[in-house]
C-alpha cells in the first residue's frame, strides 16, 4: 500500500519559523509569487523522503537565518498505518526519527519514495556526466538500502586512493586498495547496469510519447573500464549496446583496467578507473543531445527520464513516488504539459509550485488543494 503525506510541520526550516499544512490529498498546488517560500516546501518534502536535497544544501543552510536548529515533520498513512517521520537538524548533524525512534538514513530509503523535476535538470542532459551517475545513485539509493551503502563505501575508497597517490604512496598500498576498489566498484557498477536496464525502455518509451515519435531516443550507461576514450562519443545509438554483466565479470574487468593504467594512475596523482568514471548519456537518433538537442527535446528527454524514474520506483517498491514538482508548468509547452499532467493522473502524490495558476486546467484545479503562499500562519 503506498504510503502519503497527510500533513507538513517545519519549524525554523530556510524561511520558515513555522509553517503547517493539513489535510494533503493527492495534489498540492503550491502557489506565490517569487521568494514566498515554494521551492523551500518541495525541498522539506524532499529531506523527509528522498532525505536529501536537490540544492545540495549544507545543514547550516537549511537552518532559518539566526536559529540554532531546524525541524521538519510529516505524517504519513496508507490507510492502515499511520507514521511519523521526523527530522532534526542540528548544528551539524541531520537525526531522523520514525515514530520518535532515532533511524539511519539507510534505513528509511525507499519509505516514502519521491521524485523531483525542477528546472535545473536541464543540466541532466546538458551537463557533465557526473550529474547523470548522481541522478541514477539517487534513484538506486531509494530503491535498494544496499546500493547507498555500497556508493556511499565505494567514495570512502575513493578518497583515501586519492589521498594516497598525491601522497605518491608505495605501490604494494595502492594493490591493497585497488583490491577495495574492486569489491565495491564491481558492485556499484552491476546495480547501476542492472537499475539502467530497468530505466532505459521506460525512457526511451516516455520519450516516444512526448515527442509523438518524431525522433528516437537511446540512453545508454558505459562503465568505466569500456569506455574508449575520455567521452563515448560513438555517433551512432547502436554502438550502445545494453551493458549487462555479472559481478565477477566487473569485478575482472574492472582489475584488469587498474592493472593496465596502474602507472598513469600514480603519475597523474588521481584514480581514473572505477564507476566515479562511468559514463552515461542520451542520444536522439544518431546525435549526441548534449550537444544537438534542442531545448525543447532536451526539456523532453528530462520529463522522460523523470516519468520512467517514477515507473521503476513504483515497479520496484511497490509504491508509488510522491512526485515534486518545481516551477515545471512554465517550462513546457502545451504537448509537454499534457504529458506531465497524464503522469500526474497515474495516482502519484503529487506537490507541484507554480507562480501562475493559469497554467492549470479546471478540472485539475478542482481536484487539487491550492496553497498560497505565503502561509498566514
Ligand atoms: N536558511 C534560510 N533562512 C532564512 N531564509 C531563507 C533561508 N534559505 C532561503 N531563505 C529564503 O527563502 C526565500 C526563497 O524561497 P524559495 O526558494 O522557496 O522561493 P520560491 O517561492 O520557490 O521562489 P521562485 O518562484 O523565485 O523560485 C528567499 O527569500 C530566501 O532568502
Excluded at 498505518?81 to 520518535?100: I, P, Q, T, W
Excluded at 530497468?198 to 569500456?226: F, N
Excluded at 593504467?261 to 548534449?290: C, K, M, T, W, Y
Excluded at 510522491?322 to 502545451?334: A, K
Aim: hydrophobic share 40%; glycine share 8%; net charge neutral.
Amino acid at each position: 500500500m503506498t504510503l502519503r503525506i497527510e500533513q507538513l510541520a517545519f519549524r525554523n526550516f530556510r524561511s520558515y519559523e513555522s509553517a503547517l499544512l493539513t489535510s494533503l490529498g493527492d495534489l498540492t498546488v503550491l502557489v506565490g509569487e517569487n521568494a514566498m517560500g515554494k521551492t523551500n516546501i518541495i525541498e522539506g518534502v524532499q529531506l523527509l523522503t528522498a532525505l536529501t536535497s536537490f540544492r545540495h544544501a549544507t545543514i547550516d543552510q537549511l537552518i532559518r537565518h539566526g536559529c540554532e536548529g531546524a525541524r521538519l515533520q510529516a505524517q504519513v498513512s496508507d490507510g492502515n498505518r499511520e507514521l511519523s517521520l521526523d527530522l532534526a537538524l542540528d548544528g551539524k548533524v541531520r537525526k531522523y526519527r520514525l515514530n520518535g525512534k532515532a533511524k539511519h538514513p539507510a534505513d528509511l530509503k525507499g519509505l516514502v519514495p519521491s521524485v523531483i523535476f525542477t528546472p535545473d535538470d536541464l543540466d541532466l542532459v546538458k551537463g557533465p556526466t557526473a550529474g547523470r551517475r548522481t541522478a541514477l545513485d539517487t534513484l538506486g539509493s531509494q530503491v535498494n538500502k544496499n546500493y547507498y551503502v555500497v556508493r556511499r563505501d565505494y567514495e570512502k575508497v575513493i578518497r583515501h586512493k586519492n589521498r594516497l597517490l598525491k601522497e605518491e604512496a608505495a605501490p604494494p598500498l595502492l594493490e591493497a586498495i585497488n583490491e577495495m576498489v574492486v569489491t565495491a566498484g564491481a558492485q556499484l557498477a552491476c546495480y547501476r547496469a542492472a537499475l539502467f536496464a530497468r530505466l532505459q525502455p521506460s525512457i526511451a518509451e516516455k520519450y516516444r510519447q512526448i515527442s509523438r515519435g518524431r525522433e528516437r531516443l537511446t540512453a545508454y550507461y558505459t562503465p568505466s573500464w569500456a569506455r574508449s576514450g575520455k567521452e563515448p562519443i560513438t555517433p551512432y545509438p547502436g554502438a550502445f549496446p545494453l551493458m549487462t554483466f555479472t559481478r565477477d565479470e566487473a569485478r575482472e574487468a574492472l582489475a584488469r583496467s587498474l592493472y593496465e593504467r596502474a602507472a598513469e594512475e600514480r603519475r597523474r596523482g588521481r584514480s581514473l578507473v572505477g564507476p566515479h568514471g562511468d559514463a552515461i548519456g542520451f542520444f536522439l537518433d544518431d546525435q549526441d543531445a548534449s550537444l544537438f538537442g534542442s531545448q525543447g527535446q532536451q526539456r523532453s528527454i528530462v520529463l522522460s527520464y523523470k516519468l520512467a524514474e517514477a515507473a521503476v520506483v513504483e515497479e520496484l517498491l511497490q509504491q508509488k513516488p510522491v512526485l515534486l514538482l518545481d516551477d515545471v508548468m512554465s517550462e513546457l509547452d502545451g504537448a509537454r504539459r499534457e504529458a506531465l499532467v497524464d503522469a500526474m493522473e497515474g495516482g502519484c502524490q503529487t506537490f507541484i509550485t507554480t507562480a501562475n495558476l493559469a497554467y492549470f486546467d479546471q478540472g485539475m484545479l478542482s481536484r487539487a488543494q491550492v496553497v498560497e503562499l505565503p502561509l498566514s500562519v
